[in-house]
Structure formats: C-alpha cells, structure tokens
C-alpha cells in the first residue's frame, strides 16, 4: 500500500513537471512569437519609412539635375536660338532649325523626369539610361551603360533603392572623384543581378579608413533589400561600387 502510494506521488509529480515545462515552454513559444511578429512588422514599417524617404531623395536629385539643365544647357540652346534668329539669313536657317529642335529634344527628356508617376513606375535600366546620357550631355563626365545577361524583372520597391544607391555614387563621383570616366554595367545572372559602377578617378585608400556616413547609408540601404554592397578603392586607381541583388 505505501509503495503504491508512493508511486502515486512521484507519477503525480511526474505529470507536474510535464505540465508546467509544457507551460512554461509554450509561454516561450508565445513570447518569442510576439517579439518576431513585433520586429516583422518594425522592419515592414522602416523598409516601408526608407522608400518614402528615397522617393524623396530621388525628387530632389532630379530638382536639382533639372535646374542645372535647364541653366546649363536648355538656357544656353535658347540663347543661341535667339543670336541665330536674330541674325537669321537664307543661309543660315537650317542652323536655327537645328537648335530650336535640339531644345525640343531636351524639353521633352526632361519632362520624363518630372512625371512623378515616373519614380513610381521607374525601371532600373531607364533611369540609369536616363542619368548617363544627362552626364554626357552637360559634359560631367563620359558615361556608359552596359547590360548583360537575360533581364529579367526587379521588384519596383527594390529599384527604387538601387537606382538611389547608385545616384549617390554617382553624385560622389562627379563631386569628389575628379574622374574623366564612369562605366555602369547591369549583368544578369541565373539567380542574382550584380550591378557594378566605376569610375577613373582619385580613388581612395581602404586601409585603416572607417566608412563613411555615405558608405554606411549606402550598405544600409542594400542590407534593406537583402543586397550587399562593397566598395573597393585604390589611391589613383579610381572607385567602384558592387552591388549584389538577389532576384
């Protein structure tokens, strides 16, 4: 009798400690839960915060390229337009012709830039296009674009990160590099785009140099659309900027 009592209580404790470590690790489970559910919805709300910043950014970088046209270049073909109009002769009229068209051709470049539906809607190789041929067109600096691979589709949030990134080290590179060229290629691989942009120009020493608040909001950025980004730079062997997307 005292036997069975006492496995009576040691199965009763038994049963005990089971629940309560059922419990207790469902309370866990529940917590743990939560706090992923919370940072879900912390990261959602900053990548979401980051793109209405970007798209921002983005507006005002074109604010600024379209005034720097519109007084560098569309300001000047006006100007000649007039002097040639002014001074219009039989022989001369085709040239005026010619400017006038020009400015045109530059009004309506422009124009995709002030769309807003344009940064909405951007495509990454468009937009891109659409700085390099502004780049050499002002004379900033000799630009290409090279896309290789089968292109295939980003997605728009996505671009809208990249295309920021990438405007930054182009503002850099114009600003700082002193670089006389700038090559940007776009190649498409099975299951990643790796999209490289470099220039000729100064360069930098990587060797004891902390980054940056540039080059950490850059790394940032990436890290937002499970990118990486890497910058490798020499003294007078100019900068380039990897940035590697998974598709």
Do not use: C
Not at 136 to 158: C, H, M, P, V
Not at 224 to 229: K, S, Y
Request: hydrophobic share 40%.
């Amino acid at each position: 009798m005292q036997e069975g009592n006492i496995v009576l209580i040691i199965s009763s404790l038994i049963i005990l400690f089971i629940v309560v470590a059922l419990i207790i690790l469902f309370t866990v489970f529940q917590k743990k839960k939560t706090f992923l559910l919370e940072k879900q919805e912390e990261d959602k709300k900053r990548f979401e915060r980051e793109i209405a910043e970007t798209q921002i950014e983005i507006r005002e970088e074109t604010l600024r390229n379209i005034s720097w046209e519109l007084h560098d270049n569309i300001g000047q073909l006006l100007t000649l337009a007039k002097i040639q109009l002014q001074n219009a002769t039989e022989e001369n009229i085709a040239e005026v012709t010619k400017t006038i068209s020009q400015g045109l051709t530059e009004v309506r470049s422009l124009s995709k830039l002030i769309n807003p539906e344009a940064i909405k809607n951007i495509e990454l190789k468009e937009a891109i296009q659409l700085e390099i041929n502004r780049f050499n067109r002002l004379n900033f600096i000799a630009s290409t674009l090279e896309i290789k691979g089968n292109e295939k589709e980003i997605d728009k949030k996505s671009t809208i990160i990249i295309f920021r990134i990438l405007q930054e080290f182009f503002s850099n590179t114009i600003k700082h590099s002193r670089a006389s060229e700038l090559k940007v290629t776009l190649d498409y691989l099975q299951s990643n785009l790796l999209i490289t942009a470099k220039d000729n120009g100064v360069g930098f020493s990587s060797e004891g140099k902390k980054d940056g608040i540039g080059l950490i909001n850059i790394k940032n950025r990436a890290h937002l659309i499970g990118a990486e980004a890497v910058f490798k730079s020499e003294k007078n062997k100019g900068t380039t900027l990897e940035i590697n997307y998974k598709l």
